[in-house]
């Protein structure tokens, strides 16, 4: 039998008889999770993350806690309460954020690991790379599908926000 390793916030969802996420498996993930304020993060899409220390951590709450989070998919188990920087490359530059681990569900071989930002500026920043990165996937599943030559980047990126944006948390 496989250990689960849930925190007390995923605990009282369950208890409540509450989905907390959709699986991957099913090939459904909403863009924000409705029953914990996250938007998910596309699987396809590239992130990293590292562990901030005390003296790397020292600045996280200048202008308040964000009211908006992340989740995405990690072959690692990170421990909540742990303070964590991600780093998602958004055309041709690295958007870095500082958040707090909140959430972690053990799917087998990976984890999806739920982080809420530290501050105001990086839950703005991230709420927008967010965006961008969920048009750029949808912009590659439309490619896959219809074929590269009937893609028109602009009408795929009008089309991603019409259908999408007002599921995008506000802050």
């Not at 912009?139 to 599921?167: C, F, H, T, V």
Request: net charge positive; charged share 30%; glycine share 6%.
């Amino acid at each position: 039998m496989i250990s689960q390793k849930v925190n007390k916030y995923s605990k009282k969802l369950r208890k409540e008889g509450q989905n907390l996420y959709r699986f991957a498996h099913d090939g459904i993930k909403p863009l924000l999770d409705a029953q914990t304020g996250f938007i998910h993060h596309p699987a396809s899409f590239p992130i990293d993350f590292k562990r901030l220390w005390f003296t790397d951590a020292a600045n996280d709450n200048e202008d308040g806690p964000g009211n908006i989070g992340v989740i995405f998919e990690s072959e690692k188990y990170i421990k909540p309460g742990t303070i964590i920087e991600i780093s998602i490359p958004v055309r041709n530059e690295m958007e870095k954020f500082r958040g707090k681990v909140v959430l972690v569900k053990n799917f087998g071989d990976r984890y999806e690991i739920g982080l809420w930002f530290c501050c105001r500026a990086d839950a703005s920043r991230a709420r927008i790379v967010e965006q961008i990165c969920h048009i750029e996937t949808y912009i590659q599943e439309k490619k896959y599908r219809d074929g590269p030559y009937a893609l028109n980047r602009e009408k795929m990126a009008e089309e991603w926000i019409m259908n999408n944006a007002s599921n995008v948390p506000t802050l």
